[in-house]
């Protein structure tokens, strides 16, 4: 599974809480830029819409990008706020993404009674799809480059902590300005770790409903076994419908159906928002995820698995709360997994290392590069002072501490009423009016939070914080209050108000005097590690601000050497890829590239039917009405990580031939270089959607949309 | 479940392999004794067999203890060396112990074609009894305080090596005499943590068969989100019988059966083998506890069932070779959350410090114990260098860098041959003459070992060990030489000859000459890391001399002080235990004493019969023929601990009512302070296991055995 929870408050444009309580699955807190060679081997590259590789197209494959193309794909390209992409592929606003992207906001529409993530759903005309609780999609509109703009509002040699505020009040002065003027959201994106400054204006949907969503099982068939692994057997999408002024939006840019899917050998391209990689990272920032972010991160995520799996262990309504959270945290484990053995693996850590000190050696052989010469050891320093504060800043401000939706919840109106008073330049990011829409979506969702999974996630991220700081320290005895922390946090989840959304508003719209006055304990809570938080927050802005400035100037230096033909590391924006359809060979067995239904049954059988090897009861009564042969899943050489779920896969003539939704286990070390010898990405096959579509599920509206025999009526 | 992994190589008496790889599960390396009231209130106290708490029993039950009563009940309980507790029930050597605590046996009978763990066991003849691939029972058969002769040997004021030495000698001086004069298993056991020496006298028996097991699914009914939690419905039996000479034994110590139970209320007596408490530890030795080996280890065992859960999803066949390990694991950490929450607890935590603080004010108005004032102080210290040592310890001794079977028989094979030259007093304890025929049981066991099992564990064990000692470290780079973690631990796997026994015998009877000769790369491996481990360990060693020393202080001042009447913390040694059968509160909710079986098909239907809450067909199918009523689980208050697993509960007339399977969740802070008021110890009835085997198995020869019908003929 390709979702990304990619960005760190200070670096990236987050929507409030639920990107806040995502970021800090990953919150790895290292800024980027490096070393990687730059003139792309092969069919490597996440390139910039502005900038795509065009020549290499045309020489390699003898392909014309045009600017019509590239629009087209642009606008009917779909970004998910909640960590993936999607495509709209009709007219009439509807957006398709793989199930596991959309499964936050199933989750969401899901009761007891009524489990939509685990049975699917079928509108059969607009009257019955659900509206989701706080889904955002974005379509990109428009890029302009601000960098020279930027670049002058920070003048050199500023102090870091000045250089840091002066930028940060630059890049919302531009978002600031660009929402004003357009009505459009405006996100201003560092490139190149610091190299360019981009603005992104996007349209803005949050009136998004569900339209169609199969059963988990067949979705994730199986499951975490499976995840990251080929062959595949996996319907991994969802349809939502997106939606303006209540009615289905219309979309003139939307991507045609291909009924003949892709074929072994052919160019294709993935339009997608890749989350995070680290491809540009000098070895001192390399080094650091290898030895101290990842296996940090894997320790909570292992501790965090186990402690959900016991408790949905225990009944099948707690399994069921538990579920999208749980599969979040173990597609990250495996992804994690996948990266660390990367990063461990002494081969791959030297073929990077090596291309550094080749660099290296080139910048001092030249006397116009001093500012890119010194950059590496101003971000091993930086990178230092990082680690040095990684442990409070992870655990207050990245809430690794407060796990569940309480505290998120409760900071944010402790923090919006603290921030809303100052300029908006001058809040944290998040609280700007840039990114108010998001915030208040995120803030007054109705979705259903679980106090008694609330309980279990708060008491154990407290019983680690009490291990890592130790038992009588004095912040961990603020926090608990003389409290066990398993008491502790029954009491907490017990006592406060922040759940219900009515109270939410109220402490909203009141301000500081309201969150004061309301006496919360979960808002005092946040009120207690205030100061601490931010101070680590500003330490770690700094330090990003210094390791921008000296990835800029290495950027800087790379481009007068290497050429500007380049892209920069993923950012959560939409990035174009291209590939060919294309199996692989491993232990010395041969890959085919295609699988088809008559695979999905073996594996099945072979797997005795047992979760997370079940078939949905359809797809076993019906199984004589499919065509065995029908291509379900297929690889590509795309370059694609974490974000890309649910990226339309398209032909040279922009038809949807497939839809991303995972990378099989080689492709987890692209976060640091690529490869197209085992990496490979894996896409469900445009005619296996529409045949499990027609036959397991009688979808015949929603056939006829995607085929173009219908319209929506408004 | 109840059972332990409770001795390090230093402290105790372990059988080489099995018993060292599963010391590693806990090897907390601290050594013991403290501040707790002896004089026991309620029913606390896990008795010695020489020194039973007669007097309270006649002042609080009028029970009046006997000689043979406490003779005949010491003979017909077993220790289960694979760690656990058993019991003898015909006088044809017929033992019952929990299915948990034999599962480790019965996994390695089983095959792929053949799943005895799954689908249960049943032999209808003594010719159809499997035999064991090397379990080892032992039978205590006599107790000898030789505390003064131990410490005449360690003169005073020995530095710490030499008296660790010379307390190393004379313990084997004392176990060879023994076993030469009686050929009994001879353990001398560490009591009071230094307080006092006695030495255990067992007979020992290797030929031990497979008579009964049930399905996994019965006896580990709900599986590990049930465990350690109640109301219970466990059939959590299984049978063996110990043989001579190749015919069932003779055993006229054995328990009769009682076909009416307990009923509540009633006195009840256990008697086993608790593995491990420390509730005589100092604070400094349980914040070590708190705030290091608890969550070191957690961290290990969540990591480590991630990796297990996930290698077991991708079929069927991977989750049968992994199981028996996996709930291992899944049970020590559930253990160890349990305790971690209790040395969290501030009050609990505070009630122990005062304690402490209490006792040492009285050492300090007296003018007698200056040791014991000042022991304080000297055990804080060697807890504090034990601390600095920990990491290479447990990497490298205690071998959590090398999981996995084949590191731990290729150590053996090679320390073996480097310490068999030795006088065996000098020898590392496992390798001395008492212990040769629990080694070789283990050394030449034919239990199946899978090539793909072990490359799982030791890839992950050498990804973490690269992650604590980090990458670059010299020690890594012998480790991994060159490779990657997971590609060093394919290729160790797939080199190394010692999963072949006839392999290891070979090397074994040709000493450190044939080890070295061999080049094996796995023996390879543990001679490159040998130094570095027998210097941790020695260093360990030291430590642990200077805390029985202080505590052997600790304790002389105690006795004198308040008597002597007390009871040591738990040794894996025989104990006699006592309480009552009784219900108790939870969240304001009165949970009865006993379950049925009406409650065990009502518990599935609940959960609708998914794993771990799935019956077998024969449950199923023959539901009808069960008195729903039958009592099939209870709990009692009496004192028990890991290692207590499958120890008889009897009633006054030494009968058995039921079997210990497992304590409630407010148990697990048992190893540090006793609780009556929730803290329950788990028992399935003695009616319970007669009406399934009758009504489910139809087992009738094994029925007319237990019921005195039938006897075995030789």
């Known amino acids: 599974m390709l979702t990304t929870l990619p960005v760190t408050p200070s670096t990236s444009a987050p929507t409030a809480l639920r990107i806040l309580r995502l970021a800090t699955a990953i919150a790895i807190t290292t800024t980027l830029f490096g070393t990687a060679s730059t003139q792309s081997r092969a069919d490597e590259g996440m390139w910039l819409y502005n900038q795509p590789p065009a020549e290499s197209l045309r020489q390699k494959y003898g392909f014309e990008i045009t600017r019509d193309w590239l629009e087209h794909l642009q606008k009917a390209s779909v970004r998910f706020m909640s960590g993936g992409s999607g495509s709209i592929v009709s007219e009439d606003g509807l957006v398709l993404s793989n199930h596991h992207v959309g499964a936050d906001a199933i989750q969401k529409l899901s009761t007891a009674e009524r489990d939509l993530l685990r049975d699917g759903f079928q509108a059969r005309s607009t009257a019955e799809e659900l509206p989701c609780k706080d889904l955002e999609l974005n379509v990109l509109i428009e890029i302009q480059d601000v960098t020279d703009r930027v670049n002058a509002a920070v003048p050199a040699n500023l102090p870091a902590e000045q250089a840091a505020t002066a930028r940060r009040a630059v890049l919302a002065e531009i978002e600031q300005e660009s929402l004003q003027q357009t009505g459009l959201r405006s996100d201003v994106v560092t490139l190149f770790q610091g190299g360019a400054y981009h603005l992104y204006r996007y349209k803005r949907y949050t009136d998004v409903r569900l339209v169609f969503a199969p059963e988990q099982s067949i979705a994730f068939f199986g499951g975490d076994p499976d995840n990251f692994e080929y062959p595949r057997y996996c319907l991994d999408v969802a349809f939502f419908r997106a939606y303006e002024d209540g009615k289905p939006a219309k979309t003139p840019h939307f991507l045609r159906w291909s009924a003949d899917g892709a074929r072994e050998g052919e160019l294709v391209f993935v339009s997608g928002h890749p989350g995070r990689t680290s491809r540009l990272l000098t070895v001192a920032e390399l080094e650091y995820l290898r030895d101290r972010a990842f296996p940090e991160l894997l320790d909570r995520l292992f501790r965090e698995e186990v402690n959900l799996l016991a408790w949905s262990g225990r009944n099948t309504e707690n399994a069921r709360r538990a579920k999208d959270e749980l599969l979040n945290i173990q597609n990250s484990r495996k992804a994690r997994l996948g990266g660390l053995a990367g990063l461990q693996d002494p081969t791959f850590f030297a073929r990077i290392a090596s291309a550094e000190a080749d660099f290296r050696r080139r910048l001092a052989d030249s006397p116009d590069f001093e500012a890119a010469r010194t950059a590496y050891d101003r971000i091993a320093a930086a990178q230092k002072t990082i680690g040095e504060h990684a442990l409070p800043y992870r655990s207050l401000e990245a809430a690794w501490a407060f796990r569940g939706e309480l505290f998120s919840i409760a900071r944010t109106l402790l923090r919006a009423g603290d921030e809303s008073p100052k300029p908006s330049r001058d809040r944290l990011r998040e609280f700007r009016d840039s990114n108010r829409t998001s915030l208040e979506l995120a803030l007054f969702s109705t979705q259903p939070i679980h106090a008694d999974l609330e309980t279990v996630l708060l008491a154990d991220s407290l019983?680690?914080?009490?291990?890592?700081?130790?038992?009588?320290?004095?912040?961990?005895?603020?926090?608990?209050?003389?409290?066990?922390?398993?008491?502790?946090?029954?009491?907490?989840?017990?006592?406060?108000?922040?759940?219900?959304?009515?109270?939410?508003?109220?402490?909203?719209?009141?301000?500081?005097?309201?969150?004061?006055?309301?006496?919360?304990?979960?808002?005092?809570?946040?009120?207690?590690?205030?100061a601490e938080a931010r101070r680590v927050r500003q330490i770690m802005e700094e330090q990003d601000e210094i390791k921008q400035q000296a990835h800029a100037a290495i950027a800087k230096a790379r481009f007068a050497l290497q050429g500007s033909n380049s892209y920069p590391d993923a950012t959560f924006t939409l990035r174009l890829t291209h590939g060919v359809v294309k199996g692989y060979s491993e232990n010395g067995q041969s890959i085919p590239a295609f699988t088809d239904f008559a695979g999905l049954y073996a594996r099945a059988e072979a797997?005795?039917?047992?979760?997370?090897?079940?078939?949905?009861?359809?797809?076993?009564?019906?199984?004589?009405?499919?065509?065995?042969?029908?291509?379900?899943?297929?690889?590509?050489?795309?370059?694609?990580?974490?974000?890309?779920?649910?990226?339309?896969?398209v032909n040279r003539a922009g038809e949807f031939v497939g839809i991303i939704f995972d990378g099989n286990l080689s492709s987890l070390v692209l976060d640091f270089a690529f490869d197209d010898v085992q990496a490979r990405a894996l896409s469900v096959d445009s005619r296996g959607i529409l045949e499990a579509l027609r036959r397991i599920y009688d979808a015949r509206p929603l056939v006829d949309e995607l085929t173009g025999r219908r319209r929506i009526r408004r």
Chains 1, 2 share one sequence.
Do not use: C
């Open 463 to 530: 019983t680690h914080l009490t291990v890592r700081f130790g038992a009588t320290h004095p912040l961990v005895q603020t926090v608990l209050a003389g409290k066990s922390p398993r008491a502790r946090a029954a009491e907490l989840v017990a006592g406060t108000r922040v759940g219900n959304p009515d109270f939410r508003r109220r402490i909203y719209e009141g301000g500081a005097a309201a969150a004061t006055a309301a006496a919360d304990p979960m808002i005092e809570l946040a009120r207690a590690i205030d």
């Open 607 to 649: 797997q005795g039917g047992q979760p997370p090897f079940d078939l949905p009861g359809n797809w076993i009564q019906r199984r004589r009405k499919l065509n065995p042969d029908t291509p379900f899943n297929f690889v590509s050489t795309v370059d694609i990580i974490g974000g890309n779920s649910g990226s339309p896969t």
